[in-house]
């Protein structure tokens, strides 16, 4: 199995920045596509960012592109999100996903990923 732990969440003005980091433990050989996804209140989950396992492959919610950037570093199994000129929309928790199978393109649905994380809140203040 795979587990998975977010970390750098917090409180931040509009306009700021924030760097999520998730870090993986077990069997990460197995890894493949990992992602972000996001929660807000009373909203559903949805998708923000992927990235396959040789980083070529990147995806991203149309409202985040050119913002957020999502990264990952195999030798320390992690994937990192890199989140500039926050806006008060992107607040919600934020959840680290993995999956082990080879996905083309890299999928954006949650129910491809098999591993998730327990979220990290961020919270934009306008």
């Known amino acids: 199995q795979v587990q998975l732990e977010e970390s750098g969440g917090g409180l931040v003005q509009a306009g700021g920045s924030l760097r999520l980091s998730c870090r993986a433990s077990?069997?990460?050989?197995?890894?493949?596509?990992m992602a972000w996804f996001r929660q807000a209140p009373g909203k559903e989950r949805e998708f923000v960012a992927a990235?396959?396992?040789?980083?070529?492959?990147?995806q991203y919610l149309d409202s985040v592109k050119g913002r957020f950037t999502i990264s990952r570093d195999n030798a320390k199994n992690t994937v990192d999100l890199q989140m500039n000129s926050l806006k008060p929309e992107d607040t919600a928790v934020y959840y680290c996903?993995?999956?082990?199978?080879?996905?083309?393109?890299?999928?954006?649905?949650?129910?491809?990923?098999?591993?998730w994380g327990q979220g990290t809140q961020v919270t934009v203040s306008s």
């Open positions: 990235i396959s396992r040789n980083s070529i492959d990147k």
């Open positions: 996903a993995a999956d082990r199978v080879v996905y083309a393109p890299v999928p954006t649905a949650s129910y491809e990923y098999d591993f």
């Open positions: 077990g069997r990460t050989f197995s890894m493949n596509p």
